[in-house]
């Protein structure tokens, strides 16, 4: 049941070049969505979010994109850096009325950023 | 900065034995979780709970596994007889509202023999 995909499992990029990695979703009840990196041993870390009322959000050197027709998000991060590497996930929720909101991921992409 | 911790960072256990996963969310959240990776897999929603109870749980949360908030800082998830398959990172996670985002800690990562 794949709800949320990252059909990437991996990317490469150069030092200071854009790194874009993209999500699909399935679930069109999904109105909240997040990417989080995470390093081994590490729990995944939160980066940056957008609800469906907007089709993007900047966070410094983060952006992420939603086209909601299309049901595809999409992060890009410029310049990249050789401490961005590790593995993104991107995630979703559907909020239920007065309750809490699962997540759902994605199986992850690994970025690495090369010197 | 605030951060949620979770305790042990491994726990090795046989085959029916319960373990008890902690956590110790960070202080103002209210809103509680617990996801699990199996090795090469997703990280998977198990529950949520909110306000002393279990807003929503999924398929994986049997009857086996539960969890507690024993008191103002602690939030466990209990194993009572444990299975290979059960062998997993688990994370904890919170938040300070149902649509906010949720900070996750490091993970238990439990291995079952």
């Known amino acids: 049941d794949q709800q949320v995909k990252q059909n990437s499992p991996s990317l490469s990029v150069q030092e200071g070049r854009i790194s874009i990695l993209n999500c699909d979703y399935t679930n069109s009840m999904f109105d909240y969505f997040l990417w989080y990196k995470k390093y081994p041993a590490e729990g995944p870390t939160f980066l940056i979010s957008?609800?469906?009322?907007?089709d993007k959000n900047e966070d410094g050197r983060f952006t992420v994109f939603l086209n909601k027709s299309a049901k595809h998000l999409s992060l890009h991060i410029v310049p990249s850096q050789p401490g961005d590497s590790a593995v993104y996930f991107c995630?979703?929720?559907?909020?239920?009325?007065?309750?809490?909101?699962?997540?759902?991921f994605g199986k992850g992409i690994t970025l690495s950023v090369r010197p | 900065e605030p951060e949620v911790t979770q305790t042990p960072s491994h726990q090795v256990t046989q085959m029916g034995q319960e373990v008890i996963l902690r956590c110790v969310p960070i202080s103002n959240h209210l809103y509680f979780y617990w996801y699990r990776q199996i090795l090469g897999q997703k990280v998977e929603f198990l529950v949520s709970?909110?306000?002393?109870?279990?807003?929503?749980k999924s398929e994986i949360f049997d009857d086996q596994f539960s969890v507690e908030r024993p008191d103002g800082s602690n939030f466990t998830l209990k194993i009572r007889s444990t299975k290979l398959e059960d062998s997993a990172m688990y994370f904890c996670a919170s938040s300070d509202g149902p649509l906010n985002e949720q900070f996750f800690g490091p993970g238990t990562r439990l291995t079952v023999l």
């Open positions: 957008i609800s469906s009322i907007k």
């Open positions: 709970f909110y306000n002393n109870e279990i807003s929503e």
């Open positions: 995630a979703a929720s559907a909020p239920l009325t007065g309750a809490n909101s699962k997540l759902t």
